[in-house]
């Protein structure tokens, strides 16, 4: 059974009002949550289901809740994804992955959200994963400048890492996507859509502050999801087509590129109201030309 410190004990009997005999290791039973949870309802609580037996530096609960949580949600979530397989993106795959960890099934009422709160955090992974690998591409470049290629080749091979990252959970990668849809979960969806399309114009040598950040990013963005509903359709060996479809489309953001700026007089008034609605929407979730020092 997985061993916590004693913050982490205390957010799953705060969370989900779960009490381990930490003696022998077994799950005691449930225990009714209190409604309202301070410092003395903290100490009753832990003398009655702990006793003596937990060491004289576990009993203070005051430095790192916060982070604690966020650790052990993690932990759970990560836990949870290889039983995406079996039981889809809900909170009976985070049941079970709570469970693998040693704590009670309940453990999910810890992720208010649901399996929503799965994708996000397979999402996050992924984009933290694609940020790593460009960084050690872009770090391959600059000691061997012969291996350098086109800004649209790099951004094509980019998208098409993280794609490949799907194919895991192509299966059910439609709920994924349904669940991301929805309007409560827009903010989240938006902002990691947003963290990966920043990542890979920001490694493939972006640098501009002005509308063309929010531009790039939003074409960027309307290019990966176009390419990964493809990518639930396609059929071919390897989604070939589907990375073609994705370099045809990446070609013709080049071209209307191109065409925009011969006939810039003729769009400006159709680009400026684009780039105001690119705008609103990313700094609504906090995103802008700025993130980046």
């Known amino acids: 059974m997985a061993m916590f410190t004693a913050p982490t004990k205390n957010l799953?009997?705060?969370?989900?009002?779960?009490?381990?005999?930490?003696?022998?290791?077994?799950?005691?039973?449930?225990?009714?949550?209190?409604?309202?949870?301070?410092?003395?309802?903290?100490?009753?609580?832990?003398?009655q289901d702990f006793g003596d037996s937990l060491p004289p530096e576990e009993e203070s609960f005051d430095d790192g809740t916060e982070e604690g949580e966020e650790n052990l949600r993690h932990q759970i979530l990560e836990a949870s994804l290889p039983f995406v397989h079996s039981y889809g993106w809900s909170q009976d795959a985070i049941a079970q992955g709570a469970e693998t960890l040693g704590y009670s099934s309940m453990a999910h009422g810890m992720f208010s959200s649901g399996g929503v709160e799965l994708v996000n955090h397979f999402y996050r992974m992924c984009n933290i994963q694609l940020d790593e690998s460009l960084k050690e591409r872009v770090k391959e470049i600059e000691e061997n400048p012969e291996k350098k290629t086109g800004t649209t080749d790099f951004?094509?091979?980019?998208?098409?890492?993280?794609?490949?990252?799907?194919?895991?959970?192509?299966?059910?990668?439609h709920r994924a996507l349904a669940l991301h849809a929805s309007p409560s979960n827009a903010p989240e969806a938006l902002r990691n859509i947003g963290t990966l399309v920043d990542h890979i114009w920001y490694h493939a040598g972006d640098r501009s502050y002005d509308f063309n950040w929010y531009t790039k990013r939003g074409i960027l963005a309307a290019v990966y999801k176009s390419s990964e509903l493809c990518m639930l359709q396609d059929k071919s060996e390897d989604f070939h087509d589907t990375w073609a479809f994705l370099n045809r489309r990446l070609s013709d953001v080049h071209k209307i590129a191109k065409c925009a700026r011969e006939v810039n007089s003729f769009t400006k008034d159709f680009s400026n109201i684009a780039k105001a609605g690119i705008f609103t929407a990313f700094n609504v979730v906090g995103m802008n030309s700025k993130s980046r020092s």
């Open 155 to 173: 951004i094509a091979s980019a998208v098409e890492e993280r794609l490949r990252m799907n194919i895991e959970y192509i299966d059910s990668w």
């Open 12 to 47: 799953l009997l705060r969370n989900t009002g779960i009490s381990k005999c930490i003696g022998k290791g077994n799950v005691c039973g449930m225990k009714t949550s209190f409604p309202l949870w301070n410092s003395d309802h903290t100490a009753q609580s832990r003398e």
